[in-house]
Every structure is written in structure tokens, then in C-alpha cells.
């Protein structure tokens, strides 16, 4: 399978969906409504490239012939290792920060700008979530350190790669509150997809690091986790755009979720750019002779 396949599923739909929810949320949002004023044209093209990016990514790390893999080491990569250390201290701050908000939900009312937490009627959720949150950030600082080393700390107990699933999870139940509350159809789409990615993403993460089933792991946190990135960049960055220019109207809490989605996108990307060896190339002594894998789901 040919790299540039997956090199132009990537950057293409991504340019694509960049400009046109830029665009969207600089110029066409209508904050007072929750809706576009251009007619739905951008949410349109942005949510197709997206799903076409995405779909394609999918059954290439799917469905593509690679060389098989054996064992799957952690791979010892500064990058990778550094994105671990920061998105799990973002984790950790947008958890802290998330359990204080529901701690103060029933005396808080709207902040002096008139803005208002997008999850102060929901603090039971918002406190399920932050201690979900803690859990996980505690986990992707070991991972850092794992990819720092280049050594396995988690393989004595694999149990606790658990924890970002079940953040995941719990995130997925908030968001679903949320959305019931939000009128703009098109940005619930965006993040309950990155969700499902990122969360795939993390189940194939945990058997890696867990030496279980590694070869179709290495296939599918390929193919969750680029997909994750592709759509949390497509909707993290214009807002964070459209949040310093002050025209999409998203909280506080709202626009440091889009930051964490960009430190869990940029761990994401580093993690696979440490692991593309296992799936693109075989080491010189196991290369002559094996058979190409055509994978499965």
C-alpha cells in the first residue's frame, strides 16, 4: 500500500474541512441563533470531506496489504513521548478544573460576560467525567514516560490503559446531555465522531501496551487515530479561531475543551509517527520471506 494514499486522504480532507469551518465560524456563524447564515454550504462541504477522509483512512489501515508484525515494542520517541507528558497534564487541568466547576454549579450563575457553563446543570455528569479525567491524565503521563524511555511501565498492570476508555465513555454520555441543549447540529456531529475515534483509538492503545492482539491493534490505532486527528483538527481549530476573534459565542469551558482535543490530536499523531516502522517496514531479519496481511476487521 502505497504512503501517498494515505498522506492525500489526510491533508485534502482536512484543508478542506479547515477552510470551510473557518470560513463558517468567521464570517457565516450567527452566535445569537447557533446557526449559519450561508445556508448550510459549508457545513455541508466540510462534514463530506471529513467522512470521505475518514472512511478512506478507515479501510486503508483496515483493509490495505502491509507486511505483517510480530511483538509491537514501545518505541522510545521524544515526540510521542513529550505529547504524552502534555496532554496528559491538560487532562489533568481540564479534570481539576471541570470537578471545581461542579462543585460550585448550584451557587454559580452566569459569569460577568453573560456567558454560561455549558455544563453547570449537570454536575453530577461533570464530576463522573472530571474523575474519569484525573484517572486518564494520570495514565497518559505514564504513557509519556513509557515513550520517553522507551520501556513499558504499564506492562505490570495493563489494567490502568484502561482509564482514557472509560473517560471516553463518560464523555460521550456529557456530550450527549449537552447536545440535546445545542441547536448546531453539524458541531455535535464533529465531536461525537472524535469521540468515537479517539476512544477506539485508546481500546487499540490499551492492548498495545497490554502485548494483546498486536499486530490488529497496530492496524486499527492506525486507523481510529488518524481519523481522530483528521476530525479533532477540523473542529478544535476554527473555533479556537473563531474563539479569539470572539464570533462563534462558545464558553470558557467550551473553547479549553477544544484545547484539550488539540493536546489529545497532537499525542495521537506523535503516537502513530512512533509506531509507523511497525506497520510500513519489517526489521532486516524478518523481512525476506513473510507474507503480505491483508488484515480483517
Known sequence: MKKSWMVWLFVLPLAVGLAARTAQQLVWFDPESGFTTDGGVTAVLATAALAVGAAGLQFLFRRGRFPATGQVPVPACKA???CGLAAGALMLAYAVGMMA????????GPAADGTVDSMADHPLVCSLVALFGIAAGIVLLVEGASLLRGENLLRAAPVFALAPQLWGCAALISQFLRFTEVANTAENLYQTFWAIFLLLFFSAQAKLFAGLDEPQSVRLAFANGASAVLVGLALAVPDLIAGLAGTNGLDRSALWERVLILGLCAYAAA????????????????AAGVEENPGKF
Open 80 to 82: 510521542a513521548g513529550g
Open 271 to 286: 503516537y502513530l509517527y512512533a509506531l509507523r516502522g511497525t506497520i510500513f517496514t519489517l526489521p532486516p531479519a524478518e
Open 101 to 108: 466547576r461542579a462543585a460550585s454549579s448550584g451557587a454559580a
